[in-house]
């Protein structure tokens, strides 16, 4: 076993527009805590695969086949042996398909050619720092978030644990995953950062040695916000960000302590293309969305509001106007082809999925599959918006109100939990 581990600031410029909150009116105000690629590289009997984590929203389509593309070239690998995934910060750049993202207007097309730069940096010094290596799993547990769709719905406390160390025992690289959407910041925040995922990194390279790669991936997150907030309101504080990185890392450090390392680790990577029907948005809904907040905006105007509020309605109106003329002017198409991915480390292996799965979808396929631990990694390669049961599309919801950028139809989840257990049984041959 031969493993490398590397990672790159990736901290976009003060005053790029932030994602993943329509309420924002104007773009960031500095920079808490820097934003980071994180890549581990491993390899074992000729088979080789590639990690990289990076602290974002989500990673746009293009930039994935183009990361992919490059590395699996000058890496010699197939691309499919390449995962390129978010840790779903809501406090980091607007990138495509963020309804907020404007590329042309805030310096993000530089940032979007910056980043690219800068996972193909640190995989390419993953793969050139690889030396022999030992590796073992663990999963502790942990409650930090609750399920904002059902009260007492469930969630998944997996703290799921990849230890990745030199013959030595001096550590490499780790990989925690763990699924809780980073909204601890909310709408309100200016100030750049990679939420309580970048907390949880930050402590555990902290606390193993200074050359020590820490990765995030989120895992079947979609409807499960940190305790923090109040259902899908997110008040919380950098302490609370703290707090809640704090929990999840001593857990995975705690994990760490019992970890056995596997004699002979098994490096197998599968991926295919899977086709997912698309649901068409309603006009009508999109209409009145957009209608209701004019009228709720022109209310506040009349009342003489305080302009912060003013501000962060208009903000939302823009979101509604943008959300009906894209379904005015969208083509629509009735399925989207997506990439799924698995990836096997020694008795664990990792699902790649390119979005939102409610926490449910990742249980079943945990529950059905032959290898543990099994890792859901949400927002991996690419994004296809949130991936919900059939029985959350007959509750309704959020999760499920069709939108420009978020048409996947009743039935697509269960696509790709079986198209996931099949992915991870071939891994088994």
Same mark, same amino acid.
């Given at each position: 076993?031969?493993?490398?581990?590397?990672?790159?600031?990736?901290?976009?410029?003060?005053?790029?527009?932030?994602?993943?909150? #329509?309420?924002r009116? +104007?773009?960031?105000? &500095? *920079?808490h805590?820097?934003?980071?690629?994180?890549?581990?590289? @491993?390899?074992? =009997?000729?088979?080789?695969?590639?990690?990289i984590?990076?602290?974002?929203l989500?990673?746009?389509?293009?930039?994935?086949?183009?990361?992919?593309?490059?590395?699996a070239?000058r890496?010699?690998?197939?691309?499919?042996?390449?995962?390129?995934?978010?840790?779903?910060?809501?406090?980091?750049?607007?990138?495509?398909p963020?309804?907020?993202?404007?590329?042309?207007?805030?310096?993000?097309?530089?940032?979007?050619?910056t980043?690219?730069?800068?996972?193909?940096?640190?995989?390419l010094?993953?793969?050139a720092? #690889?030396?022999?290596? +030992?590796?073992?799993? &663990? *999963?502790?547990r942990?409650?930090?978030g609750?399920?904002?769709? @059902?009260?007492? =719905?469930p969630?998944?406390?997996?703290?799921?644990?990849?230890?990745v160390?030199?013959?030595?025992?001096s550590?490499i690289?780790s990989?925690v995953?763990?699924?809780?959407?980073?909204v601890?910041?909310?709408?309100?925040?200016?100030?750049?950062?990679?939420?309580?995922?970048?907390?949880v990194?930050?402590?555990?390279?902290?606390?193993?040695?200074?050359?020590?790669?820490?990765l995030?991936t989120?895992?079947?997150d979609?409807d499960?916000?940190?305790?923090?907030?109040?259902?899908?309101?997110?008040?919380?504080?950098?302490?609370?960000?703290e707090?809640?990185?704090?929990?999840?890392?001593?857990?995975?450090?705690?994990?760490?302590?019992?970890?056995?390392?596997e004699?002979?680790?098994?490096v197998?990577?599968?991926?295919?293309?899977?086709?997912?029907?698309?649901?068409?948005?309603?006009?009508e809904?999109?209409?009145?969305?957009?209608e209701?907040?004019?009228?709720?905006?022109s209310q506040?105007?009349?009342?003489?509001?305080?302009?912060?509020?003013i501000?962060?309605?208009?903000?939302?109106?823009n979101?509604?106007?943008?959300?009906?003329?894209?379904?005015r002017?969208?083509?629509l198409?009735?399925?989207?082809?997506?990439?799924?991915?698995?990836?096997?480390i020694?008795g664990?292996?990792l699902v790649?999925?390119?979005?939102?799965?409610?926490?449910?979808?990742g249980?079943?396929?945990k529950?059905?599959?032959?290898?543990?631990?099994?890792?859901i990694?949400?927002?991996?390669?690419?994004?296809?918006?949130?991936?919900?049961t059939?029985?959350?599309?007959?509750?309704?919801?959020?999760?499920?109100?069709p939108?420009?950028?978020?048409?996947?139809?009743?039935?697509?989840?269960?696509?790709l939990?079986?198209?996931?257990i099949?992915?991870?049984?071939?891994?088994?041959?």
């Open positions: 076993m031969r493993a490398g581990a590397s990672k790159e600031d990736i901290t976009p410029p003060v005053g790029v527009k932030m994602g993943g909150f #329509a309420a009116y +104007k773009g960031s105000e &500095g *920079v805590d820097r934003l980071y690629t994180r890549t581990l590289y @491993l390899e074992r =009997g000729g088979n080789a695969l590639l990690l984590a990076n602290d974002l989500n990673i746009p389509d293009s930039l994935t086949v183009e990361v992919k593309k490059e590395l070239s890496l010699g690998l197939v691309e499919s042996s390449i995962m390129i995934s978010a840790t779903h910060t809501h406090s980091g750049p607007s990138l495509p963020d309804i907020s993202a404007d590329i042309s207007g805030t310096g993000l097309e530089n940032y979007l050619s980043l690219r730069e800068k996972m193909v940096t640190a995989g010094n993953s793969a720092m #690889a030396r022999r290596a +030992k590796l073992g799993w &663990g *999963v502790g942990a409650i930090v609750f399920n904002r769709r @059902l009260f007492n =719905g969630v998944d406390p997996d703290v799921s644990v990849l230890l160390t030199e013959e030595s025992g550590p690289a990989l995953n763990y699924a809780c959407h980073g601890v910041l909310g709408d309100t925040n200016y100030l750049i950062s990679a939420d309580y995922p970048g907390v990194s930050r402590i555990i390279e902290s606390r193993l040695n200074a050359n020590h790669v820490a995030f989120n895992g079947a979609g499960i916000n940190p305790l923090t907030s109040l259902g899908y309101a997110c008040p919380g504080t950098f302490e609370d960000v707090a809640v990185g704090r929990i999840v890392a001593y857990a995975a450090l705690n994990a760490m302590r019992f970890i056995k390392t004699e002979e680790p098994v197998k990577t599968a991926g295919k293309k899977v086709t997912l029907p698309l649901a068409e948005p309603s006009m809904t999109a209409r009145k969305l957009f209701n907040q004019e009228k709720h905006v506040l105007e009349a009342r003489n509001a305080d302009a912060e509020t501000m962060r309605n208009k903000a939302i109106l979101y509604y106007e943008k959300n009906l003329r894209m379904i002017e969208m083509p198409e009735k399925t989207v082809e997506t990439t799924l991915q698995a990836l096997r020694g664990g292996v790649g999925i390119p979005g939102e799965p409610l926490v449910e979808v249980i079943r396929v529950k059905s599959s032959p290898l543990s631990p099994t890792l990694v949400s927002y991996a390669n690419g994004y296809c918006g949130y991936i919900a059939s029985e959350a599309y007959e509750q309704g919801g959020y999760e499920v109100t939108t420009w950028w978020n048409r996947l139809a009743k039935g697509s989840a269960e696509i939990i079986e198209e996931s099949s992915l991870i049984k071939r891994l088994t041959v």
